[in-house]
């Protein structure tokens, strides 16, 4: 709907050159097809016998009728309209009551990986696709840690809720009374920033804490390690570790060089559906010897609880754009991640000869 | 709403010399108003007391209430915001408290015809309407059939919903289950096609069939005469005949020159709503002869279920289009009926100094 | 999406320098706020501690969040996305973690006046806004009377509302079961219309009216005395008094000159929301010495039903001018009301160096 919003522009919109998670691993069952849509592009997704995944445009390229509609014969997938079949290639390999095959009778097949649990797919060129650019995470199954996990739908803009991501001031407010731990340092101390490949690193000490709850096990004040990698398009994996109260003194200010008391893990992913529509992929959880079974999905439900609060803000935020969306934000220092974040987007989007990211879809900082 | 989906010409979009179905007969009750729309057009429908059908352009030409909201006196219809009152000839018979009314003051009276059971009308210059234009059908009280009609909604364009009944061989996947009766023979062989003033005759044999169920009783083999006429917009008069296996071959392939042992009736009518929703009417059943009451409700009820496995392929057909409205189809063998028939609607089109279909809105071919 | 309905301009569309009703004063209770939108801009409403309306900008000038998601602290008013704090005023008084505010960290504030029992605000120049503008209405707690109060939401441009109100023949019509008393004087015969500074005064004598249900203690005849202001944007401020018959002839046709019979109060403000949508905030009642307290329920209750009526008309209305916006209405001499209006806001728009009152989204008369 590019013309609807006064978005229309031939230069690309989306960075193309970049694996996005597309669902998590167990939402592709075996003989199932699951219809996804990332970057305005419809795929479906359906593993082979030997459980490999498989990513194909979601358009039958005869009359475009969805192919997740259709049916996995073997590895192969059958469009139920009118019955051309494909190899997981993306090549047709039937058409009915036709014996010539056009080399043109394909769909596109996307680069698809499994890593821990979730399911990446690459929508640019095929021939850069790395999975060594995957970034490591935590399987959902793996022993070493208690983990939940789960989804929500935003109708806004991605770049939106990475904002979010990068800026955890709002863990104060936002979050006063889940995430935010009581702790103004959240929006009163500002961060160590890194620069990584396509993304950042954001670290910070949070000292002197009066752990709440069945945390108040760990002593009367602790000091928190907090530190997340946060990677294009919106891959977010943060570590946060519970140390005794001047740990952060004694390691003057850097990374702890002791084990923690306690070991949170969030990983989340942000993957863009359309202009207006993305899904927000979430684990949380913590180290299998820190925490209790019933424990965790305690600590899960506040966690999702925050990210409702979150999407009530942001979606919100993206209608106010919308209902002006000339007017511009104001800069202040909070800002640093996601400024410096968006210029990345910037120069993915310039290197693929791509529109800069739309100030009237986001607000320009 | 053309700006919205970028299809905003000043060229007509619509082919208006034609007659459309606008309803079911028994859908205009006695003394009761019907408001439908139809090619972006709104039309009030009712009875005279003489029973004679009337179609109004249903927007007051004072303020543009419906007229549909109204009333009936007599033969005239005032609307019920102001008062202005119209003869059935659409000119405006009172205007209150104002004793001169304008020569400009009607509403736009649309030539309209009961032909069987369907209620059709004509959207072009009135002086064109041709009533003998209109196809002949089975009235669904007629006794020598049994008849049930129905009426779905679509969230499509016309053309893909006539695109659909142009190519049978999706019986043989979209409806396997349903109305495809195990036969590949619908995909794998391709009908005979013979131009019609506004359309296209389809015919083709099925040969050396099963049947199955209640229809067992014809024999262990039949071959199956299957026939339509269709008609712009979207008329489809269907005749599906069975007959003793080897009828096909002894008439060298040709139309069968013997009674059959069971005629099946279908006839459906697509009416574009707007450019992306359509009406659906249709009527399926067969010779009273050939069935039993409570037959025919099975049949209907499997023929109902078939229908509406094609507007889940077909919306969601839609949708893919309008994702990326530049991307181009695959020709097929399995397209010849399409592509004539959105020939035949070009020239339509043409003939009325309107635009081209547009390839954004229904794919091209 | 000014885009999308094709009526996008740069010029101003809104008349600016107004009076607003924004909200029936109980709406804002003390430490509570409230969101409403009024010509396309976003406003937060609460009280200070003083009792005082505050009208803020529903726009958090740093990311764009609502700050109706904020928090009150004392009579400030804090972001709840990253905690920008706001005085009454607007300005910015503290930014977390920064010590140096901008002084174009601010958020507009509006004038706002509480009148009778609506809550104005000033949406143009805060120098011009002059609260002795704002007209004079009946308190719902005045305990001269016996008032009941609702508001509707509308899904139609405000001056089609507005016509409806300008222009009451349609009483005998859309209201023939409910307000209109069988009386088709409302149709038949035109009122006197004085101009005012912004709006018109309206006025009729409906002579020799039968009244119905427990008004028929008033006598077997009555002539009623009709009379309203209409002020920019729809404020209807009406009064409707019962008199002897024979009372309109002693008086010559001009206002009554006796205290009435019983003194009927309906007074409503329409306030566009946006391009498509509209607020409706009425009150209706009567004097108290005139009316039981559950007579004046049942009075209410019809006099709510009719404006059910009147808003499934103006909605269908809405849309068939939106299905076909250019189309020209046909002038009657119904229409003396409404057209002066429309001139009257026309010049209005100019006086702001804004565009003439689209014909596209409201007809043109």
């Known amino acids: 709907m590019a013309a609807a919003d006064g978005l229309c522009t031939e230069l690309p919109m989306w960075v193309t050159n970049a694996w996005y998670v597309a669902a998590w691993s167990h939402e592709v069952e075996p003989g199932r097809l699951l219809a996804r849509t990332v970057i305005d592009e419809p795929l479906v997704l359906y593993r082979t016998a030997a459980g490999e995944i498989v ?119 936002a979050h006063e009374k889940t995430l935010g731990l009581d702790m103004p340092q959240w929006a009163d101390e500002r961060p160590a920033m890194l620069p990584l490949e396509r993304g950042l690193r954001v670290q910070r000490w949070l000292r002197n804490h009066p752990p709440r709850g069945f945390m108040k096990k760990l002593g009367e004040r602790v000091d928190v390690w907090n530190s997340y990698d946060f990677l294009f398009p919106g891959i977010f994996l943060q570590r946060t570790d519970f140390h005794p109260a001047g740990t952060a003194e004694r390691c003057g200010g850097g990374a702890p060089d002791t084990a923690p008391l306690f070991h949170r893990v969030d990983e989340q992913a942000v993957t863009p559906v359309g202009e207006r529509t993305s899904r927000y992929f979430f684990a949380a959880g913590a180290r299998a010897a820190d925490i209790d079974p019933d424990r965790v999905g305690r600590l899960f439900a506040v966690t999702e609880t925050a990210f409702h609060e979150d999407k009530a803000l942001i979606e919100a935020q993206q209608r106010l754009i919308d209902l002006d969306p000339a007017r511009r934000m104001l800069p202040t220092s909070l800002d640093a991640g996601p400024t410096r974040f968006r210029r990345l987007v910037d120069d993915l989007l310039a290197g693929e000869g791509g529109r800069r990211i739309p100030a009237s879809a986001v607000g320009s900082s």
Chains 1, 2, 3 share one sequence.
């Open 55 to 173: 990513a194909l445009e979601d358009r039958c390229c005869h009359r475009f009728a969805p192919l997740s509609m259709g049916r996995l014969e073997g590895d192969a997938l059958r469009c139920m309209y009118h019955g051309l079949k494909f190899a997981p290639d993306g090549s047709c390999i039937e058409i009915p009551g036709q014996k010539l095959i056009p080399h043109s009778a394909c769909v596109r097949r996307y680069p698809a990986q499994q890593r821990g649990s979730w399911l990446w797919v690459w929508m640019g060129d095929a021939a850069a696709a790395d999975p060594a650019a995957i970034p490591s995470t935590v399987a959902l199954d793996d022993a070493a840690y208690r983990l939940q996990a789960g989804a929500i739908d935003y109708a806004a803009h991605y770049l939106l809720i990475d904002d979010n991501l990068l800026d955890l001031s709002h863990l104060s407010f």
